[in-house]
């Protein structure tokens, strides 16, 4: 429980407590009131009674006299969710509705199973890729806090939960989702099989390249070694192969820091760093500053560029860490591909440059160097690319970013100059891969096994030239060892080094031992190897790995709601955990019976719900519920609306009710947030959810209040017609309900109270006998122009203006405002007939009303509108001459019969008549008189009617426009005929 203090009680909540164990806290005997905050959505506020002895009640004498204290409960855990993860958590969502309208989309043009399966994996890049973007700056804001000594630790086990998340989800990706390249091509020779996970029957090696990248990117030291402080202090030294540091962070077999690195580089696969590091060495600065003085190579000098030619042309799986091959976490080619193929373009339009150029003019970037120059016959230099999926659209994406970098440079990027050296399979094919690997493996055996034969002309190999590396070997020992583990030999001192983990062990494994593994050994591979480290006892985390690796889908699950923050009231775990079970379920790797059948409990409905609760409570108490409302809104409503499986309706009713339960609680800012919600809610409503609808129509009413203590009519009339929009135009038919509920009942009471309002107004301003009482011109013009903004908004609402013909409160505000339109213009014939239709008796249309026959003024008015009535009838008395040929009268003989009709139950009401089963009732004596006169007045206009029913054709428009012809016999016999 907290206390807010503030005139509004809107400050910040600073803790979250389970509401089910504080109810009993709170003596009830001292709570004033218990309400949901309308600005919380998942806040309780309880005010309690002020007391003179209460602590917290602030002094009289204080600044703050007027503030009082606020006790609010959270419904649910949250733990706020700041502007990174709201970013990563909204584009996911994003990437999730794209995916969903696409399958719809699909399923329009019944496009193939393969398409659809191969789009599950390209949403799962999408979450990763906003998962990535946020570790990016969270690890930024890490090193920031760092450097100020500002960090109270939570940021960073925040940080790791994400980064645990991060990978658990790339390593499901990998090994439980379908192939891209099974959208164009089945790499699995025709076979068709029900789950498309690449461990079921896929061709060996298929997933060597992805596990090489999980590897090195979550498990590897390597990853980021060179932008330590101290290889930047390494490399910079004059000898760094003999550089020592008294607290190095470089382990490894050998002596010297600068091999380490180098071996580091090496088991990670990442050769083109390492040969970054091998380029610093003393010996091989000196060979190429002696190559361009023009002197012939040292054979130290032939072998430092035979060892470049190997390492820089490895066509290993997952790359060698140049900047053209794919990047660890795999997203960099499907997230560039769209703006590589643009600029290249634009580039094609503009003579091979581009008019953008964000290059600075005073700053010219080195031209990079040819990618395809052949460096060891036989090896391309993308051979690496052979053990991707979908290796020929890997290799376009590497020529793009070629030419690019050609661009920024300022020269010409000419496509049709690039040549490829060797044309790339369509699709993985692991001979292909394999016969490449081995031409690499081999001449690194016979440039390591032989002495020099004479000079190196360039950089080429495998052109007779052997021993090349003999010079080297016999000076640096160290690297005759390491490069021995790039022909899958690893030397003692290394396999047995303390400091080796198993992900290392298995990256060498993978990367220069079996590149061609089966997908289904990797798991057992990667077993045996935990099983030799240490006491053979593994790790929690190293036992999910291996379930995952295996194909266990429900562990993945488990992880991540258990470690990775999915159930610790965090919004961006809890929807990370909800979002990876729904794409693991509609990939197959989970059944919908599976997901339901633990208990006779839906995983997938308690985690959706679970997720929805901390988004609300999270934003809650950062005060940006209106955000959080719209995200759980968001993530639930795909799975809210009905759908027919087999000709029946099957949904989960808890994830309608959390959703109407969230929109319940909120009261929005604005209009556009509320029209956002309802807008976002129109599928669902249309498809049958009935508890939506009903949520929307008391949001549209929250909305409709807001105005009217503004008063703001016409806005008010907006809402009110929206809220009965949805629950009779929006909802399926059968579940359509007549104009809605509180709306209805509120647009009624304003369109009949605004009439109600004119009637008087004007029977007391304009036809009042006593002038004394007579209320001023302006309130009548300000009561006026209320309710035609009233009926305007009416009639200018396009969607509900012909549903209302019938209803009989707009219809009767119509005619009110048409009467008081015509006493302005002195139209007395118009007022007679409005008012007629006012007060006649009919059978209401519809089969709410069940045939009651009713009037449309509410008899209330009955007696205010028979005053003007009378008023209208006494003017033509006070013009009549005597001659019966040249009356006029404004009513006809069925519309005096109407106002005798009315004028009867009047006089019953007011007791002047009386019948035996009546309650007695005594009227003064100026009562009597009043209606006496009236009655009279009546009479005589009945008189009046009669006669000019003889000199004018007995015809009167009728409700439609149309008219009736009536013989005067007709209304006589029914003015005389009994009253109802």
């Not at 001292?30 to 009640?57: E, F, M, N, Q």
């Not at 560029?305 to 820089?312: C, E, H, K, N």
């Not at 140049?322 to 080619?333: P, W």
Request: glycine share 6%; hydrophobic share 35%; with cysteine.
């Amino acid at each position: 429980m907290h206390r807010r203090r503030g005139k509004t009680g809107a400050a910040r909540v600073a803790m979250a407590t389970k509401i089910k164990k504080t109810t009993t806290m709170t003596d009830t005997s001292k709570v004033r009131a218990v309400a949901w905050d309308p600005s919380g959505t998942a806040s309780l506020s309880i005010c309690p009674i002020p007391s003179t002895d209460d602590p917290r009640r602030p002094s009289s004498n204080s600044a703050a006299s007027d503030e009082f204290l606020l006790d609010v409960f959270l419904s649910h855990d949250g733990t706020g969710c700041n502007a990174e993860e709201t970013e990563c958590l909204l584009r996911q969502l994003d990437a999730r509705d794209d995916w969903i309208e696409e399958q719809a989309q699909a399923r329009k043009k019944k496009s193939g199973t393969n398409s659809s399966k191969s789009a599950i994996t390209k949403l799962s890049m999408d979450y990763r890729a906003a998962m990535c973007e946020c570790l990016m700056q969270l690890q930024k804001q890490q090193k920031q806090q760092d450097m100020s000594d500002n960090n109270d630790g939570s940021s960073s086990d925040n940080l790791e939960l994400l980064t645990l998340t991060f990978a658990i989800s790339h390593l499901a990706e990998i090994f439980l989702l379908p192939s891209l390249s099974s959208s164009s091509s089945n790499f699995r020779g025709g076979l068709t099989t029900n789950n498309y996970s690449r461990l079921d029957g896929g061709p060996s090696g298929s997933l060597t390249a992805d596990t090489v990248r999980y590897l090195r990117l979550h498990h590897s030291r390597s990853h980021a070694l060179l932008d330590s402080p101290e290889v930047e202090e390494l490399l910079s030294s004059d000898q760094p192969e003999y550089y020592k540091s008294s607290n190095t962070s470089i382990s490894g077999p050998f002596e010297y820091p600068y091999w380490n690195l180098v071996l580091q580089l090496v088991k990670g696969g990442q050769l083109d760093n390492a040969w970054t590091v091998l380029a610093h060495h003393s010996a091989c600065r000196h060979a190429e500053e002696a190559a361009m003085t023009g002197r012939p190579l040292t054979p130290e000098g032939e072998g430092f560029a035979t060892l470049r030619a190997i390492l820089l042309s490895a066509p290993l799986p997952g790359g060698r860490g140049d900047d053209y091959c794919v990047d660890d976490a795999g997203l960099d080619d499907f997230l560039e591909e769209d703006i590589l193929e643009r600029e290249e373009k634009e580039a094609r339009l503009n003579a091979g440059f581009n008019n953008s150029n964000d290059n600075d003019d005073d700053e010219e970037n080195a031209p990079p160097e040819n990618i395809n120059e052949l460096y060891v016959d036989g090896v391309p230099r993308n051979g690496y690319l052979l053990w991707e999926d979908r290796p020929r659209h890997a290799d376009r994406l590497r020529k793009l970013r070629y030419l690019r970098d050609l661009r920024k440079c300022g020269q010409p990027s000419d496509e049709s100059e690039y040549h490829s050296p060797t044309v790339l399979p369509e699709v993985y094919q692991p001979n292909s891969a394999m016969s490449i690997f081995h031409t690499w493996q081999d001449v690194i055996k016979r440039e390591a096994s032989f002495t020099s034969g004479g000079s190196s002309e360039g950089f080429g190999l495998g052109s007779g030239h052997r021993g090349g590396l003999d010079a080297l070997f016999r000076r640096f020992p160290p690297l005759q060892q390491i490069l021995s583990v790039l022909v899958g030999k690893v030397p003692p001192n290394i396999a047995n080094d303390p400091n080796l983990t198993w992900s290392e062990t298995l990256l060498m494994e993978l990367l220069y031992s079996r590149p061609d593994i089966s997908p289904e050994n990797i798991a057992a591979r990667a077993n045996a190897i935990m099983s030799r480290k240490g006491d053979g006892r593994k790790h929690a985390l190293d036992e999910i790995i291996l379930s995952i690796m295996s194909g266990s889908a429900g562990q993945v699950v488990e992880t991540m709601f258990s470690l990775c923050g999915g159930s610790s009231g965090a919004a961006l775990p809890a929807t990370v955990t909800s979002l990876l079970c729904n794409l693991l379920i509609d990939a197959g790797c989970i059944s919908s019976a599976e997901a339901s059948s633990s208990s006779s409990v839906n995983i997938q409905t308690e985690l959706l719900i679970l997720a929805a609760e901390a988004i609300l409570s999270s934003f809650s108490v950062q005060e940006q519920s209106n955000v959080g409302v719209r995200a759980a809104v968001r993530l639930l409503l795909p799975h809210a609306p009905p759908k027919r499986i087999e000709g029946k309706v099957v949904y989960e009713p808890r994830i309608s009710a959390t959703i109407a339960v969230a929109i319940s609680h909120r009261l929005p800012d604005s209009d556009a947030e509320a029209r956002d919600l309802l807008h976002l809610c129109e599928e669902a409503i249309r498809l049958g959810s009935v508890r939506i609808a009903d949520a929307c129509e008391s949001l549209a009413f929250s909305r409709a209040s807001f105005h009217r203590s503004k008063g703001h009519l016409h806005r008010e009339v907006y809402w009110l017609l929206r809220g009965m929009e949805i629950l009779s135009n929006e909802l399926p038919t059968q579940f359509q309900r007549k104009l809605g509920f509180a709306c209805r009942r509120h647009f009624d009471a304003l369109c009949e109270n605004s009439a109600n309002d004119l009637i008087s107004m004007l029977a007391s301003t304009t036809y009042d006998m006593n002038e004394e009482s007579k209320l001023e011109e302006e309130a009548f013009v300000s009561v006026l122009q209320s309710a035609r903004k009233v009926l305007e908004a009416v009639v200018l609402d396009e969607d509900m203006a012909s549903l209302l013909k019938g209803h009989i409160q707009a219809n009767l505000l119509k005619y009110v405002v048409d009467i008081a339109l015509a006493d302005a213009l002195g139209d007395t014939t118009k007022m007679a007939s409005n008012i007629v239709r006012c007060l006649e008796e009919r059978c209401l249309p519809g089969e709410e009303y069940g045939g009651v026959v009713s009037t449309l003024a509410n008899p209330k008015m009955y007696a205010k509108l028979l005053h003007i009535s009378v008023a209208i009838l006494h003017k033509e008395e006070s013009l009549f001459n005597g001659t019966m040929e040249l009356t006029k009268c404004a009513f006809s003989v069925h519309g005096m019969h109407i106002l005798m009709a009315r004028l009867t139950q009047v006089l019953s009401w007011e007791g002047i008549i009386t019948s035996s089963s009546a309650i007695p009732k005594t009227p003064t004596k100026e009562r009597k008189e009043y209606f006496q006169a009236m009655r009279l007045t009546l009479c005589k206009g009945l008189m009046r009617a009669f006669a000019s029913a003889q000199t004018n054709s007995n015809t009167e428009k009728d409700g439609k426009g149309g008219r009736v012809e009536q013989s005067l016999e007709d209304e006589v016999e029914l003015m005389l005929s009994p009253c109802i």
